[in-house]
């Protein structure tokens, strides 16, 4: 299928998404946010993606929603609409891995972007920051309570209340991104991670996302329940035989998503 905002390639199994906007330094607009959700909905039930990879340029990953569409919009046409409600439960629902590969500026709805992706493998280039507040406004794609539960209330709160950046490093060490590798090598480090990804089975792949973001929605305790239940289920998978059993003839295991 052809976007008008993406570039989509699947090889080995991982589809990489390329946001391409580059006049605007990828802003969402509603034309991205939709094709986007609808890539995601295909890739979710294409047999040959087995992961994904979301990805934008080297100067931005997305520098926010699209300011000039938003700017004569009322109350009324944000609400009645929910702006970008849809699109953007329909990305964070995606059931396969997602790694967002964000170099430059992440902004906004980008850095909200990223953060509904599973993780975050950042460019020493990358920046991340809530600016919305100097536009007289407060992020609107997650991005007050997913930053808040990645780095915590203070710097959480600094962020929005002031709109700074934060770059890599500091982006690392507060557990927003997962690593960070030369701008150079980001491509090549985050597919050949979603190929690692690829080659597990299906089936267990699912079951680690499920239950890893059950702890940002329910309590300790349910969230033990269900990492135990989910566990306890696998052992119901010809996978589960498949890997214990390479592991004990020392070779690799064949899973086949039974
Ligand atoms: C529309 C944008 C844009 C945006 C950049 N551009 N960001 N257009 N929406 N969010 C456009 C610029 O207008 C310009 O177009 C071109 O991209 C290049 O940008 P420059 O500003 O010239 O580049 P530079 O000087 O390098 O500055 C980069 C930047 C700056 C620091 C990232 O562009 C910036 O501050 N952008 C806005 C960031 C922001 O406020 N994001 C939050 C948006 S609100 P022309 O035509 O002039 O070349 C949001 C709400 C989410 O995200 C919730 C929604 C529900």
Redesign the pocket.
């Known amino acids: 299928m052809a976007y008008k905002t993406l570039v989509v390639e699947t090889k080995n199994n991982v589809q990489v998404i390329r946001l391409n906007r580059p006049?605007?330094?990828n802003?969402?607009n509603s034309t991205l946010l939709v094709e986007l959700s609808q890539a995601l909905e295909k890739a979710d039930t294409d047999a040959k993606v087995r992961a994904i990879v979301i990805t934008g340029s080297e100067?931005?990953f997305a520098?926010?929603?699209?300011?000039?569409?938003?700017a004569t919009k009322s109350y009324a046409d944000m609400a009645l609409t929910d702006?970008?409600g849809a699109e953007?439960t329909a990305i964070a629902a995606t059931r396969k891995p997602i790694i967002a590969a964000v170099a430059g500026?992440a902004?906004?709805?980008?850095c909200?972007l990223a953060m509904m992706c599973d993780f975050i493998i950042a460019a020493d280039t990358a920046k991340f920051g809530q600016?919305?507040i100097?536009?007289g406004?407060i992020?609107?794609?997650g991005?007050t309570q997913r930053l808040t539960r990645f780095v915590g209330k203070s710097k959480a709160m600094e962020m929005h209340l002031t709109g700074r950046f934060m770059d890599a490093e500091e982006a690392e060490r507060s557990g927003l991104v997962s690593r960070i590798v030369p701008a150079k090598k980001l491509m090549e480090d985050a597919i050949a991670t979603a190929e690692k990804i690829a080659e597990k089975s299906a089936l267990s792949t699912y079951a680690a996302k499920e239950a890893v973001n059950r702890a940002y929605e329910t309590t300790m305790s349910e969230g033990l329940r269900f990492e135990r239940r989910s566990f306890h289920s696998l052992f119901a998978t010809d996978d589960q035989a498949e890997g214990m059993a390479a592991f004990l003839e020392k070779r690799t295991p064949q899973f086949r998503d039974k």
Do not use: C, H, R, T
């Open positions: 006049e605007a330094l802003a969402l100067k931005a520098a926010g929603a699209d300011i000039a569409e938003m702006f970008f953007s500026y902004l906004g709805g980008g909200e600016p919305e100097n536009l406004v992020a609107g794609l991005g």
